[in-house]
């Protein structure tokens, strides 16, 4: 990849990152509070938690560094996770409650983290449901929001969609790194998974 090219994946990861930043400082101030139309509030429901957003992302980027070719095998994981992401949260509105959830989700963005630095190629199935298993807990988190909503599947159509919009941008990052440098991919997965491990550690502490 020329250098020109690999100076704007580095950008996008930068620019990821900042929004990232931004967006979970918005919900520790409680802009999404401010959002009176339940869609909207849905769609940025997963854009201002730092930790969903990077594992929906890494979803993506893992999928696409993985594929041994384009097509169909690049869905598995994305799709295996927006399905289970919607089953968690259906449970988490029917007052479901499952222990550890939200060590679970900082464990999800450890190991998509990891997944992106090795670039594992696992089978459609495989990746489905590795993914399909941390979407649970993610799920579960969001549907607990929403119990008492009178608008929680309008709310979680908003959810969806932008869980859709993240794997894509996560497949479209992705099927650019395939032929970057190996420090850039291994830089971008490390840092999720180092962030993962640090929320875990708070979790567990």
Do not use: Y
């Not at 999928?63 to 384009?70: C, F, T």
């Not at 298993?133 to 929001?145: K, P």
């Not at 008492?148 to 099927?175: I, Q, R, Y």
């Amino acid at each position: 990849m020329p250098n020109t090219a690999i100076c704007r994946s580095v950008k996008a990861i930068i620019f990821i990152a900042a929004c990232a930043l931004s967006t979970w400082t918005s919900a520790h101030t409680g802009v999404e509070s401010q959002i009176h139309h339940r869609f909207l509030a849905g769609f940025v429901h997963p854009l201002l938690g730092i930790d969903h957003m990077a594992t929906m992302l890494a979803v993506g980027i893992w999928s696409a560094l993985s594929a041994r070719r384009a097509g169909r095998a690049l869905l598995w994981a994305p799709l295996g996770f927006a399905n289970l992401l919607m089953v968690g949260a259906m449970l988490g509105l029917q007052g479901v409650v499952v222990p550890a959830v939200e060590p679970m989700i900082a464990l999800s963005l450890l190991v998509f983290g990891l997944l992106v630095v090795s670039r594992l190629h696992l089978s459609g199935l495989g990746s489905a449901l590795l993914a399909g298993v941390f979407a649970l807990f993610h799920g579960l988190a969001h549907g607990g929001e929403l119990a008492n909503s009178s608008s929680a599947f309008e709310t979680l159509a908003g959810m969806l969609s932008a869980t859709v919009l993240l794997h894509a941008a996560g497949l479209a990052l992705g099927w650019r790194l395939r032929h970057a440098s190996g420090w850039l991919v291994r830089a971008a997965g490390g840092a999720v998974a180092a962030f993962g491990g640090s929320l875990a550690l708070l979790q567990l502490s």
